[in-house]
């Protein structure tokens, strides 16, 4: 039973990851309220890159989880960024289409985006050797609540 052991430890590694970044995210929204004097929070924005390796629903729960009492009615929205490329080679850019990758490549390409060059080439000139200029990470986009005073 190797390969379904495999699987579980990939999973759990995943899912600490998304906690791990919920956590990032509640504190820099904590240190970001505090900067600018919010003293209640209503709706945070956040983005995620299109490529980050994340399960959307595990870092919703994670943030709700993870929520200190001070932000009780704090709801988030997530909105996910599409990635952009460009070719090392000849410098085209060009935007993730996801639609034109088989299912199980898109897959693949979530969790691992590494492997995204053995299967996406340049448009222009077919080189397999591009950086990602957009696309990855989770940041904060948008705070709304009422301020002190
Ligand atoms: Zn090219």
Redesign the pocket.
């Known amino acids: 039973m190797l390969s379904s052991f495999k699987l579980w430890i990939l999973t759990c590694l995943l899912v600490v990851h998304e906690w791990a970044l919920a956590e990032a995210v509640i504190s820099a929204i904590s240190k970001l309220a505090e900067r600018e004097k919010f003293r209640r929070l209503d709706e945070v924005v956040l983005g995620v890159g299109e490529l980050q390796q994340i399960d959307l629903q595990i870092f919703k729960l994670a943030l709700d989880q993870l929520k200190v009492p001070k932000f009780e009615g704090l709801r988030f929205r997530i909105r996910v960024e599409a990635a952009e490329l460009k ?1 090392r ?2 410098g ?1 850019s060009w935007s993730f289409d996801r639609e034109m990758l088989e299912e199980d490549v898109r897959e693949m390409i979530h969790f691992i985006p590494e492997i995204s060059h053995a299967y996406l080439k ?1 448009p ?2 077919g ?1 397999p050797d591009f950086e990602i200029l957009k696309g990855r990470g989770v940041w904060i986009r948008e705070i709304k609540g009422e301020k002190l005073g």
């Open positions: 070719c080679a000849c085209k340049c222009r000139c080189s």
